[in-house]
């Protein structure tokens, strides 16, 4: 099942969402193999996460973007099963605060980048700028921005900006040995309205839903072109998005887990060598603990 890192990859322009499909391929294992799999993944994320604590050179930032129900919460709960706790930190960004309003859009996500040895996961991201943002534009007003555009061009040239400095963002961090991957859960809008029913039909699950959800959903077509055009400009070598189906979470979740694992399985982790010295005091230390007396 190696073929989901290329399977799913977004191409630097040229990206049309209408290619990529909500369903996985017709070919996909069944729940119960997929499962299994996933068990397989997880189990081995958790040692290669070991290494890159252990190398202390390379840092991951795992980026999770998507529409309302599409299963970012459960996928990154699935995914880090298993893995120390202590090897990764998890960063939810809603509505900006009022200090955060004060900064530059990329500071509040810029404070919570992982440190290198760890895994960074973003529930949501600096990409709601050119998401949500760009849905509802009313919402520049309130950046505090020395300008905010008033026509259509000027517009379309602060996107661009904005896609320039996230490009730039990126790069930089591919450069001081932090690895990105962005994946866009996509699900279809009957997907969404079934689960948005599941919700609102089962008592335990309807404080997961918010009358906000519904509100949105009405600019679904703004938004899957939002999305299109933030795939289009910002998918890179140093920071690839993945489009993954998200009708099938049990799917969704394996293409995730495959595309992290292969990905550190590429980086050249090492175990820290032990020098002569060293090695002479561990068997030393080795000796001494054999002798001891219970």
Known sequence: MHEFPQQHRVPFKN??????????PANTPSKEELKKRLADLTEELATLQE??????????LLVFQAMDAAGKDGTIAAVTTGVNPAGFQISSFKQPSTIELEHDFLWRTELQLPERGRIGIFNRSYYEEVLVVKVHPEYLAGQQL?????????????????????????????RNGF???KFFLNVS?????????DRLNDKEKQWKFSLGDLAERKYWDH????????????SHEYAPWYAIPADNKHYMRVAVAEIITETLKA?????????DKDKALFEQARQDLAQEQD
Do not use: C
């Open 15 to 24: 990206f049309k969402l209408s290619d990529y499909s909500t369903q996985p």
């Open 51 to 60: 290494k890159l604590y252990a190398d202390n050179r390379y840092g991951l």
């Open 146 to 174: 020395p300008e905010t555009p008033k026509t259509e061009e000027a517009l379309q040239t602060f996107w661009q900006e904005r896609y320039e400095s996230i490009r730039d963002h990126e790069k930089h961090l591919a």
């Open 179 to 181: 690895v990105v991957l």
């Open 189 to 197: 809008k009957a997907e969404q309205k079934k689960r948005f029913l």
């Open 223 to 234: 938004y899957m072109q939002a999305y299109e055009d933030a795939l289009d400009e910002t």
């Open 267 to 275: 980086l050249p982790l090492a175990y820290p060598s032990v020098s």
